[in-house]
């Protein structure tokens, strides 16, 4: 059995035969039918249409419009120019007719009638910014730049019609005046906010343009409107973030573009933006899938991956596999550009290949200076990971000459003690640094501290005094080393010397007069040094704790209370602070209050010898 197709303009002309017999008399029957055989581009069709609709009513606006239209479409000049006439003579005055009659009469190349028609449209119209607009296409005909521009100003002028002026926006564009044509959108934007072609217009102008920053609302406003807006143009907001280094923002565009679907170039963006906003667990997710197509990565950017991932290592102590990604890197000039971390992650993974490496390469290089470094981190991290042969072996060959700088006199200074050479041998390169901001005696003391060996630690703290007796920083270091060990007499001598020096320090104050306080001891005299400390540091809240602990041992407990005020207004987060407010508010018969901070004390929990006393008292209260 055959299938017969028969065509819509059959089927129109059934409905034509239909039509003279029940709508006669009804224009808008025609009308309709003739949008209809228009969208069907059956144009003749539809010129037939609208001729007896205007028949049957000769003053409708849209019946001649369209008509005109349906003749524009089938180009034939000749009948639109006498539709359009006849229409004049009847005395009706659309803009419409105006511009068609004279887009004819150009067509034809009879330029002065198509000016003489426009003139003569806007001398009777009301509105005659779209008969400016064709007045400015027929002065682009003549080559009359300066005249066009002139009409196109004035077609513009003082008008909302948004069409209108989004067909002189186009205009701009072609004629390549960017300040007229985002004046003319932005206007456009003014009238209607939300006309989104518009927004996407100068979204895609600005983003051409690499004017990101004005790119950027009009894209988020079309992604906002549009969730299904083109790739092309959310690729081009992610790419206006990223030029304009917003990394946050990038970062937040992902869901955009699935990892394992995106290409190459966009992976890098969001593994760089990770980087940037110190999103490291994200950036070793991005690096390892870079990583599979590793083939498909300029070698250059390729080394910059290694890096990259290798100080995202190092943020997340992942110290191997740090050490592993620098390995990686080819040129050893980049390595040496973290030569303050390479050192550390070599002491941290215990591997120490990077530093064989860069040896190497100093001594291929013949850089003395860079040899005896790599040199002095070799025995260091050997002395450090307890290889004490292998450090011994590159101490042997540590060459004082090339190397007379504080970090590789420093590092071979550690592995020689810690593999046992004289302390004096020591002593005598460590006096041989060009800058001594620690001296020798206090960086031994130090040393030994660290190490427990608190004879030889006291022994060069106390030449590091005597050498030194002006050095604020020194004192403190020294008094806090007397106080880990539990030598308070060594404390207090320390602090009370350092006062020589700084009697108006408000920290050496409230540390003597503190440490007085607790041993029970001249209380009257630390009370006069805390309260010297607050004339010297009013906003301090330690030293307000201090005077109020010397005030409670003095007996004092309101005075106590009051000097605790200032600390209460800004919060307690202290362990030794809570124990004491509970004590004080005991003592001012203050039960509940005395509970809650010494179960605060032990709450916080940052301080072992308070926590522990806050226990014992609450224990007495129960």
């Given at each position: 059995?055959?299938?017969?197709?028969?065509?819509p303009?059959?089927?129109?002309?059934?409905?034509?035969?239909?039509?003279?017999?029940?709508?006669?008399?009804?224009?808008?029957?025609?009308?309709?039918?003739?949008?209809?055989?228009?969208?069907?581009?059956?144009?003749?069709?539809?010129?037939?249409?609208?001729?007896?609709?205007?028949?049957?009513?000769?003053?409708?606006?849209e019946?001649?419009?369209?008509?005109?239209?349906?003749?524009?479409?089938?180009?034939?000049?000749?009948?639109?120019?006498?539709?359009?006439?006849?229409?004049?003579?009847?005395?009706?005055v659309?803009?419409?007719?105006?511009?068609?009659?004279?887009?004819?009469?150009?067509?034809?190349?009879?330029?002065?009638?198509?000016?003489?028609?426009?003139?003569?449209?806007?001398?009777?119209s009301?509105s005659?910014?779209?008969?400016?607009?064709?007045?400015?296409?027929?002065?682009?005909?003549?080559?009359?730049g300066?005249?066009?521009?002139?009409?196109?100003?004035?077609?513009?002028?003082?008008?909302?019609?948004?069409?209108?002026?989004?067909?002189?926006?186009?205009?701009?564009?072609?004629?390549?005046?960017?300040?007229?044509?985002?004046?003319?959108?932005?206007?456009?934007?003014?009238?209607?906010?939300?006309?989104?072609?518009g927004?996407?217009?100068?979204?895609?102008?600005?983003?051409?343009?690499?004017?990101?920053?004005?790119?950027?609302?009009?894209?988020?406003?079309s992604?906002?409107?549009?969730?299904?807006?083109?790739i092309?143009?959310?690729?081009?907001?992610?790419?206006?973030?990223?030029?304009?280094?917003?990394f946050d923002?990038?970062?937040?565009?992902?869901?955009?573009?699935?990892?394992?679907?995106?290409?190459?170039?966009?992976?890098?963006?969001?593994f760089?933006?990770?980087?940037?906003?110190?999103?490291?667990?994200?950036?070793i997710?991005?690096?390892?899938y870079?990583?599979?197509q590793k083939?498909?990565?300029?070698?250059?950017r390729?080394?910059?991956l290694?890096?990259?991932?290798?100080?995202a290592?190092i943020?997340?102590?992942?110290?191997?596999?740090?050490?592993?990604?620098?390995?990686?890197?080819?040129?050893?000039?980049?390595?040496?550009?973290?030569?303050?971390?390479?050192?550390?992650?070599?002491?941290?993974?215990?591997?120490?290949?990077?530093?064989?490496?860069?040896?190497?390469?100093?001594?291929?290089?013949k850089?003395?200076?860079?040899?005896?470094?790599?040199?002095?981190?070799?025995?260091?991290?050997?002395?450090?990971?307890?290889?004490f042969?292998?450090?011994?072996?590159?101490?042997?060959?540590?060459?004082?000459?090339?190397?007379?700088?504080n970090y590789?006199?420093?590092?071979?200074?550690?592995?020689?003690?810690e593999?046992?050479?004289?302390?004096?041998?020591?002593?005598?390169?460590?006096?041989?640094?060009?800058?001594?901001?620690?001296?020798?005696?206090?960086?031994?003391?130090?040393?030994?501290?660290?190490?427990?060996?608190?004879?030889q630690?006291?022994?060069?703290?106390?030449?590091?005094v005597?050498?030194?007796?002006?050095?604020?920083?020194?004192?403190?270091?020294v008094?806090?080393?007397?106080?880990?060990?539990?030598?308070?007499?060594?404390?207090?001598?320390?602090?009370?010397?350092a006062?020589?020096?700084?009697?108006?320090?408000?920290?050496?104050?409230?540390?003597l007069g503190?440490?007085?306080?607790?041993?029970?001891?001249?209380l009257?005299?630390?009370?006069?040094?805390?309260?010297?400390?607050?004339?010297?540091?009013?906003?301090?809240?330690?030293?307000?704790?201090?005077?109020a602990?010397?005030y409670?041992?003095?007996?004092?407990?309101?005075?106590?209370?009051?000097?605790?005020?200032?600390?209460?207004?800004?919060?307690?987060d202290?362990?030794?602070?809570?124990?004491?407010?509970?004590?004080?508010?005991?003592?001012n018969?203050?039960?509940?209050?005395?509970?809650?901070?010494?179960?605060?004390?032990?709450?916080?929990?940052?301080?072992?010898?308070?926590?522990?006393?806050?226990?014992?008292?609450?224990k007495?209260?129960?």
């Amino acid at each position: 059995m055959k299938h017969y197709f028969i065509k819509p303009i059959v089927i129109l002309s059934g409905f034509l035969i239909l039509a003279g017999i029940a709508y006669a008399s009804n224009p808008l029957f025609y009308y309709s039918m003739a949008e209809v055989a228009m969208e069907q581009g059956e144009y003749a069709t539809a010129d037939s249409l609208l001729s007896i609709a205007y028949q049957i009513d000769p003053t409708s606006e849209e019946v001649i419009i369209e008509k005109l239209n349906a003749l524009y479409y089938l180009r034939d000049e000749e009948k639109l120019i006498s539709f359009g006439e006849e229409v004049l003579t009847t005395g009706m005055v659309l803009p419409e007719v105006y511009i068609m009659l004279a887009h004819s009469y150009k067509e034809l190349g009879n330029i002065s009638k198509a000016k003489e028609i426009i003139f003569e449209g806007i001398e009777n119209s009301e509105s005659s910014n779209h008969l400016y607009l064709e007045l400015y296409h027929i002065a682009l005909y003549e080559a009359d730049g300066d005249k066009a521009m002139q009409y196109l100003h004035q077609a513009e002028s003082n008008t909302d019609d948004i069409e209108l002026l989004y067909k002189i926006a186009q205009e701009y564009s072609r004629l390549k005046d960017d300040p007229m044509l985002e004046m003319t959108l932005d206007r456009i934007l003014m009238l209607e906010p939300d006309f989104i072609q518009g927004h996407q217009w100068l979204a895609e102008h600005y983003f051409n343009k690499k004017e990101f920053t004005k790119a950027i609302p009009h894209l988020g406003y079309s992604l906002k409107e549009d969730p299904e807006l083109s790739i092309l143009s959310i690729r081009q907001l992610l790419l206006s973030y990223y030029f304009l280094q917003r990394f946050d923002k990038v970062i937040e565009m992902r869901d955009y573009f699935p990892m394992e679907s995106s290409d190459s170039v966009l992976n890098r963006i969001f593994f760089f933006a990770a980087f940037k906003t110190k999103e490291f667990p994200l950036t070793i997710e991005y690096g390892e899938y870079l990583l599979e197509q590793k083939d498909m990565i300029e070698p250059e950017r390729l080394q910059e991956l290694y890096e990259m991932m290798a100080i995202a290592e190092i943020q997340l102590k992942h110290y191997e596999k740090a050490s592993h990604y620098f390995s990686m890197i080819e040129d050893e000039r980049v390595l040496l550009n973290h030569l303050n971390i390479i050192p550390f992650i070599a002491e941290r993974s215990k591997d120490t290949k990077l530093l064989h490496r860069l040896l190497v390469f100093a001594l291929e290089e013949k850089s003395d200076t860079l040899a005896c470094t790599f040199t002095a981190l070799l025995a260091y991290n050997y002395a450090k990971n307890d290889s004490f042969d292998l450090s011994k072996k590159y101490i042997s060959e540590f060459e004082i000459s090339p190397c007379i700088q504080n970090y590789p006199l420093v590092l071979i200074s550690y592995a020689m003690l810690e593999t046992g050479e004289p302390v004096d041998s020591v002593y005598t390169l460590l006096e041989q640094r060009p800058s001594k901001d620690i001296s020798t005696p206090r960086w031994l003391g130090q040393y030994f501290a660290e190490h427990d060996k608190i004879d030889q630690a006291d022994k060069y703290f106390t030449i590091a005094v005597e050498q030194d007796s002006a050095n604020l920083d020194l004192y403190f270091t020294v008094a806090q080393f007397y106080n880990e060990i539990s030598n308070r007499e060594k404390e207090i001598a320390t602090l009370e010397k350092a006062l020589q020096f700084f009697p108006d320090n408000a920290d050496l104050l409230n540390w003597l007069g503190y440490t007085l306080v607790e041993d029970n001891i001249r209380l009257e005299e630390s009370r006069f040094m805390l309260e010297k400390a607050l004339e010297l540091s009013p906003d301090n809240i330690y030293i307000w704790d201090s005077l109020a602990w010397a005030y409670y041992k003095l007996g004092l407990y309101e005075d106590a209370l009051k000097a605790m005020e200032k600390v209460l207004k800004a919060g307690v987060d202290d362990s030794v602070i809570s124990y004491h407010l509970g004590m004080i508010y005991l003592k001012n018969g203050k039960d509940a209050a005395a509970k809650k901070y010494l179960k605060k004390s032990i709450e916080l929990n940052n301080n072992d010898e308070a926590v522990d006393k806050a226990k014992t008292e609450l224990k007495l209260l129960q």
